[in-house]
């Protein structure tokens, strides 16, 4: 069981702009001070990184929007270490452009790479595109499943008789529900999709097509339960807390190869990570739903194992430890406070 929680000295900065409720919890574990960074024009941006004074505190940025200002400050404003915590699709753009992001964006991210003292990247994955952009240690710490949730999906029992397919996440190009849509009409099997998540309920509803929108933990609970196979199509995903939760719930995954839990995916069977394509999607699909029940039932025990090294606990002690270490390998003495 992890200590409720820790405070490091200097006291850490979070500097976010819209923070994955998993991050925010790992930040609260280490006594960070959690802060939104500035959102308006380029101009309001640097002008909020320089008169940022953090003194000698490390600042970690979480993701691409705060990236640039967590620069600035560097330059311009006064803080310690600037620490990127790299978990979000910013990473995957710097070497594979995606067509939802700027030039711009883009090279400001690139040059801000290089004001990072050291990166957190919650896969391997982000570690290695890291290390060709920045000189400093990168370390990894993977993201976990909250608690009460992690507790509720490891007792259920899915159905993986049936032919049903969950899919979780915010209705985005990146996140590949339209993909799988379409990978629906290429498939033999016939199967029911699941759409859970923010802006879902925007995918036209068919036979086939259930959408959910945002749901209560309950019904999300249930919706696990029923189904058979989760399918995470995205074309980028750092570490999906969402597949985690698959992985829990003892539900096989599939998703695509330029996941960052395609490597447990692949663990479960190489057969349930796939090329980013509608016919990718459609062949794992009818080859899941060929196998048998019994062989289901085996690859649902090997999601099960592997969802069990995602609890909570475990993880916030496993980031507060690759943070210290991160900060002592650019040589900055930090001291922590058990509270």
């Not at 008789?161 to 990146?174: A, F, H, M, N, S």
């Amino acid at each position: 069981m992890a200590r409720q929680s820790l405070k490091f000295r200097p006291q850490p900065v979070l500097l976010y702009y819209d923070p994955h409720p998993v991050h925010k919890r790992m930040a609260s574990y280490v006594g960070a001070e959690l802060i939104q960074c500035e959102t308006g024009s380029p101009i309001s941006r640097i002008q909020s990184g320089r008169n940022r004074d953090f003194g000698e505190r490390p600042v970690i940025v979480e993701g691409g929007v705060p990236l640039a200002e967590g620069a600035v400050v560097k330059i311009l404003g006064r803080c310690g270490p600037l620490i990127a915590l790299g978990a979000d699709s910013t990473y995957h753009d710097l070497i594979n452009p995606m067509p939802s992001r700027t030039r711009t964006s883009r090279l400001a991210h690139r040059i801000s790479q290089r004001f990072i003292d050291g990166t957190l990247a919650v896969s391997e994955r982000i570690a290695t595109i890291a290390e060709q952009y920045t000189s400093g240690p990168v370390r990894v710490t993977h993201p976990f499943v909250k608690s009460d949730r992690y507790d509720r999906l490891k007792s259920i029992d899915p159905s993986l008789d049936t032919t049903r397919i969950l899919c979780v996440g915010k209705y985005r190009e990146k996140n590949g529900q339209d993909r799988l849509i379409e990978a629906l009409s290429l498939t033999e099997t016939e199967t029911t999709v699941d759409f859970v998540g923010p802006d879902t309920e925007e995918i036209e509803e068919t036979e086939q097509i259930k959408t959910y929108g945002f749901v209560t933990e309950d019904r999300l609970i249930e919706l696990f339960e029923s189904a058979s196979l989760l399918v995470f199509p995205a074309s980028v995903g750092a570490f999906p807390v969402a597949t985690l939760e698959g992985f829990c719930a003892g539900l096989p995954v599939l998703t695509t190869h330029t996941v960052g839990t395609a490597t447990l995916a692949r663990g479960v069977s190489g057969r349930l990570v796939v090329n980013p394509t509608p016919a990718a999607l459609a062949q794992g699909i009818d080859w899941y739903f060929g196998l048998p029940v019994a062989r289901r039932e085996e690859l649902g025990r090997r999601a099960h194992n592997y969802g069990s090294g995602f609890d909570e606990p475990s993880r916030l002690e496993a980031f507060a430890f690759e943070l210290r270490n991160l900060l002592e390998d650019i040589e900055y003495e930090v001291t922590i406070v058990n509270d």
